[in-house]
């Protein structure tokens, strides 16, 4: 017999998933199961189950996360079981009552392996077995996914849904150098204030002007005690270590063991998230070593409203064909959003085949042009006490759709550079780059490179961009060398994108060198970012000569 409770926690999850109809079963749910980890510590999860059991054909689902059992993640974990899963949802090491200290990605595998292992001798195990969850809950998957298969095949996973995730959480923390502030002292603060909890929480939904304050310190070791109070272990490791040779970043990476992957797997992501890049690249890593996933992407960001109801219907269309045969209803691998012309699209593989490499040079004067450039520079000043601001980006905030850059260009520290209007339509989709033959005063540096869609009322709306550090203890093995002139050919990938330039539009191209908070500011001096205090203003210059022009390059597929 259904209780009120189970009735009203039925109702709630219908309103969060509006426009899903929840599945048939009413759900119970038992709550703090000790799960034994191989050093002794006990992991608390709840599991989850359609009253009076689920389909037996379906398998048992096991998400694994930092971030609560009764917040909006479990209520997808709840989401699961209404249509009949059996779900083992677990809090990972020192968070939510589970034992040990939580240390971000450092636990995960060992840990992962143990919880699998023990879900495979429980009595409700289903006899199949799949992961699901997104952001961290993806990297707790991809943290045994490779090892197991490999290892362990017989405990390995029968299948993984992998959302707006990636396998190593360095590459974004260092970005090409640079060091992403934004999300590294903001998601600090969020766990810092899920620890604590109460009223702490409630400040989650408040503007935070502590953290805004904590943004402008220097040296970056500082900020985690401007706005939590005190060092924070991980944030301190996260800005020591700037290689992402290191031991502390290769010991935490499973990017390598992506291709072990036979599973099947199926990916989301948003051109807007903050792990789009990585993402895509383990989905090229599993279509080359022959296990293509099904993979959607919209015009998301990494926490968008508009993810939920996608997520839920792919994410069940997906388990149902892999474990049941039922057709998922997808009439091709990749769902793709293209932007600008606002239309989605079905599609072999990501990127779609037949694209060619399109060069615009960046022309002094402000021209964007595909016609080779006739020479001279383009100059700004950089004053890292004034940083230019980031204008929107991805992040961990909901506001990551598309900003208009117009005022933003009008900056003395910004260079822009724009093309005629089109008479026929461009459509761009991959993965962008950014040649720059770059010369700086100071001995560090970043270029940051953002293509905008410029409309006809002016508007400079953004598609895509992407930033490379020089002259820092992270990038001093990959800095391209210096010409005779003192001149760096730098290259900077951009985001990728699916974008539909229209008639009448025109191509933009922005060149700076920073957009704090997204990106730590660089100071300039080339000490190792955890102690740097000393700002050095720099003159920046943006050469248009020669067979290194600077030029933007596209991955252009017909209209």
Known sequence: MTTLRQRLTKAMDGRRLKGVALGPHDIEIERDLRVPMEDGVALLADLIRPVGGGDPALPTIVMRGPYGRRGPMAGGARTLAYEGFTVLFQSCRGTWGSEGVFTPQIDEQRDGVATLRWVRQQPWFTGKLATYGQSYLGYTQWAVAGKLQRDEPETAQDALVLLITMPDFGQITWDNGAYSLRNALGWTRMMDRMRRGGLALLGMVLPDRRLATAFDVLPLSAGDSAVIGAPNHWYQDWVAHEKLTDEYWTQQSHTATVPLVTAPVMMLTGWYDIFLPWQLRTYRALVDAGNPPQLTLGPWGHVS?????????????????????????????????????????????????????????????????????????????????????????????????????????????????????????????????????????????DVFVRITDVHPDGRSMTVCDGIRRIGSVGSAATDPDADAEGFRVVEVPLWPTFHRFE??????????????????????????????????????????????????????VPA
Do not use: C, K
């Not at 388990?319 to 079905?346: I, M, N």
């Not at 933009?508 to 730590?520: I, L, N």
């Not at 955890?530 to 920046?540: G, I, K, N, R």
């Open 305 to 445: 409203p508009g993810m939920g109801t996608p997520t839920h219907t792919e994410g069940l269309g997906f388990l149902r064909e892999v474990f049941t045969d039922a057709p998922s209803g997808r009439p091709a691998p990749v769902r793709a959003f293209e932007t600008g012309a606002e239309q989605w699209h079905d599609l072999a593989e990501w990127p779609p085949a037949g694209s060619t490499a399109q060069e615009w040079f960046l022309h002094r004067g402000g021209r964007l042009d595909t016609a080779a450039p006739d020479g001279g520079t383009t100059g700004y000043r950089y004053d890292p006490d004034d940083p230019t601001p980031a204008v929107g980006g991805p992040s961990l905030n909901p506001d990551t759709d598309p900003v208009d850059n117009a005022a933003h260009e009008r900056r003395p520290d910004v260079a822009v550079f724009r093309g005629d209007a089109l008479t026929e339509p461009v459509r761009v989709a991959g993965e962008p780059v950014a040649r720059v033959r770059f010369h700086s005063s100071a001995p560090s540096f």
């Open 503 to 556: 008639v009448g539009h025109r191509i933009g191209v922005q060149v700076s060198s920073g957009a704090h908070p997204r990106y730590a500011r660089n100071p300039g001096s080339g000490e190792p970012a955890a102690v740097a205090s000393t700002t050095v203003v720099a003159e920046q210059v943006v050469s248009h000569d020669g067979a290194d022009a600077s030029r933007l390059v596209l991955p252009v």
